[in-house]
């Protein structure tokens, strides 16, 4: 039944930000510089003269063009993934729907009420500003998922104090966050402190 709840809320989630996404970039060509540039980089992983994942270049951190590649791959059957950044879009949307399940998690591993998280779940969600960056493919979407992440598993080790919460949340979540965005290493840092 929790599982079922979770991928609920991903998929209803994933339909918003992709449904409003394509209206925005697709349909109105309202396109973010910062998404654009990373759907390039990625375009030159994949098809330019001399193709290497170092096309990523060294300017934004790898992880939101990183993910885009097996979208991109497919640019020459839908030329819209590219052309109009759509898959920025689909990144970021995954992320967020992603972050909206870890919010929703946060709660169950609380044991609070299901319906009190669902309602919290709801208005992160639904926000205008998560709905507008989980649908713009910009980084803030997978920089938003891996700190919910982080967060939520430094609450369950501090709950049972069991090494493995730890190792995801800095080890992996908050390091993977940083690969997403610099601003990671002053809430790396904070944990730090909170350790």
Request: hydrophobic fraction near 55%.
């Amino acid at each position: 039944s929790d599982r079922r709840h979770k991928l609920t809320i991903f998929v209803v989630c994933l339909v918003v930000y992709l449904g409003v996404g394509w209206w925005l970039q697709v349909r109105h060509g309202y396109i973010m510089g910062d998404t654009l540039s990373r759907v390039a980089s990625t375009q030159a992983v994949l098809f330019s003269r001399d193709p290497h994942l170092a096309a990523l270049g060294f300017i934004f951190t790898p992880v939101a063009a990183m993910v885009q590649i097996p979208v991109v791959w497919l640019s020459p059957l839908l030329p819209d993934i590219t052309a109009r950044a759509f898959s920025g879009t689909i990144m970021s949307a995954l992320f967020m729907s992603g972050a909206a399940v870890q919010l929703y998690s946060m709660g169950a591993d609380r044991g609070l009420p299901r319906g009190y998280s669902l309602t919290i779940t709801a208005l992160f969600a639904l926000n205008p500003m998560i709905v507008f960056y989980g649908s713009n493919g910009m980084s803030e979407a997978p920089f938003l998922f891996f700190m919910v992440w982080a967060v939520r598993r430094l609450m369950l080790w501090m709950v049972d104090d069991d090494v493995h919460h730890l190792i995801t949340a800095g080890g992996v979540a908050m390091g993977l966050a940083y690969l997403t965005r610099y601003d990671a290493l002053a809430t790396v840092a904070a944990a730090g402190v909170i350790v």
